[in-house]
């Protein structure tokens, strides 16, 4: 009875396998055969995501709702699949209901892929190309370093090994090409082609998109030509769940995941039959969502982010940004920064910076609120005429009035003035600078930047020949915000000790 009931313990904590243990083992081999490029971090990323997720997965395809699987990594995966049953004598795996059939599988090569440039495989199969006789596995990796820029471990050799291109023979061990391998080795390298980087859309269509229009080019959509889209930010799919996006899905709301400039989630009326040879035109609707738990906003807070992102936001030209705060549940999560200073920076985002504050109390409110909110957008902008602004992105003025043209940004021009690799100007790096200060809220960063636009003509007015109390009134007598409140004494003095102080400050 002991011995039975040992034995049955031992099972129940027997550890499971691998739910998908094929994928795991080829993204390995992919990242083996990456070592040295910018594609190892990306199969890495995708190993541990895929580490986390307990259920099987019948295709690539379906692993998109994973982090760090996009459309072309999951592509690749499907390929391998189809691989993988036409060795073992498998029928094909029957495409999902609902969605579009895979396309047909490739003929059969009869040469192996050629591994990556500068890669470890690669400078493994160099070597050993170069030597007819077994070279022992010490000679061979220190050969083979110089020629892909870094130190390589036995562990290197694994891949190859299994692909059937190196055999190894004798202890201590010795490799050598196989007949299979020298071939590939001795092969012309192929073309050069630019690496091909992940998919920052991930739409659910079969074809390939067509390209873009100009986004500079004016063009004009009129009501039943369009349809009004909610967009969100890849990052907003984030774990097993699918995040805000999948709760939206099963509301029965359409969401396309991009990889936004500005915002989480933002509408688009989105063109019905886009020109030939051109995927559909976009228009951004003027609403954007910066979605935040509150230990997010708190995170936000401490490290510079909130400020960085409201400011994104102000220049993003878009006139109506949403700041959605999900209230701590219970009390239970903790908390970077106090509760009353949370509800502080709330409070500051919607009467200093002019936002509007929704607080939800979880995500499943958070997305209750978006499809309402696409709702009216839908009934507000679906009989109107749209057209294209191509004037300065933050030019526009207010809305237009009802029965006329609206004018709205492209899509692809919200990089110009929200995305964060954008050309800096002496003017936007003074912003940065004074936003660091304590107390300066953006508010009050324009109103000094609207007197002073460079740091040249603050120091200027600081300069020893100018009165100090002089500039230091100057300085708080001017207006911000939308109070029209003065700067202070405060906030004015530190301005006069960074900017008018020569040398180190004390």
Aim: positive net charge; proline residues 13%; hydrophobic residues 35%.
């Amino acid at each position: 009875m002991a011995a039975a009931a040992a034995a049955s313990s031992r099972r129940r904590r027997r550890p499971r396998g691998h739910p998908n243990p094929l994928f795991a083992r080829w993204l390995r081999e992919w990242r083996d055969e990456a070592q040295g490029t910018w594609a190892r971090g990306a199969y890495d990323r995708a190993l541990r995501s895929l580490s986390r997720f307990p259920l099987p997965l019948r295709s690539g395809r379906s692993a998109a709702i994973l982090q760090h699987f996009g459309p072309a990594l999951c592509a690749r995966l499907d390929r391998r699949l189809r691989q993988h049953r036409q060795e073992q004598g498998l029928p094909p795996t029957p495409p999902p209901q609902g969605r579009c059939p895979d396309p047909p599988p490739a003929p059969p090569t009869h040469r192996p892929r050629r591994p990556l440039p500068r890669s470890g495989s690669h400078a493994l199969l160099q070597v050993l190309s170069q030597h007819p006789e077994p070279l022992p596995e010490a000679e061979l990796l220190q050969e083979a370093t110089p020629l892909c820029g870094h130190a390589l471990s036995p562990a290197a050799l694994g891949p190859l090994l299994r692909r059937g291109l190196v055999q190894r023979s004798g202890r201590p061990p010795r490799y050598t090409l196989t007949p299979r391998g020298r071939s590939l080795a001795q092969a012309p390298p192929p073309p050069q082609v630019q690496p091909q980087r992940p998919l920052a859309e991930q739409e659910e269509n079969c074809a390939p998109s067509p390209p873009p229009c100009d986004p500079q080019q004016e063009f004009e959509l009129r009501p039943g030509e369009f349809d009004i889209v909610l967009c969100a930010d890849v990052t907003e799919a984030n774990g097993p769940s699918g995040g805000v996006p999948a709760l939206l899905r099963s509301r029965g709301v359409p969401v396309l995941l991009r990889r936004l400039h500005v915002g989480d989630f933002l509408w688009v009326a989105r063109e019905k039959e886009p020109p030939p040879g051109h995927a559909p035109r976009e228009l951004a609707l003027d609403v954007v969502v910066e979605r935040k738990s509150a230990a997010d906003l708190g995170n936000s807070i401490r490290d510079g982010r909130y400020r960085e992102q409201k400011s994104r936001l102000r220049r993003s030209g878009l006139r109506s940004p949403v700041y959605l705060l999900e209230d701590p549940g219970g009390g239970a999560e903790p908390l970077p920064l106090p509760l009353p200073s949370l509800r502080q920076a709330a409070a500051n985002t919607q009467v200093q910076d002019g936002f509007f504050v929704v607080h939800t109390r979880d995500p499943q409110d958070s997305a209750e609120y978006l499809g309402v909110l696409g709702e009216q957008l839908r009934r507000r902008f679906g009989g109107r005429v749209l057209r294209a602004w191509g004037g300065a992105v933050t030019g526009r003025g207010p809305p237009e009035p009802p029965g006329t043209p609206l004018r709205l940004l492209p899509l692809p021009r919200l990089r110009e003035g929200g995305g964060k690799s954008q050309a800096q100007t002496v003017g936007s790096v003074f912003a940065r600078q004074l936003l660091q200060l304590g107390g300066l809220s953006g508010g009050r960063a324009g109103a000094v930047l609207s007197r002073f636009p460079t740091p040249a003509s603050l120091m200027a007015a600081l300069s020893p020949s100018q009165d100090p109390q002089k500039c230091r009134g100057v300085l708080s007598a001017l207006r911000c915000g939308p109070a029209q409140r003065n700067l202070g004494p405060s906030l004015s003095g530190a301005l006069v000790r960074l900017y008018g102080t020569r040398g180190a400050l004390g």
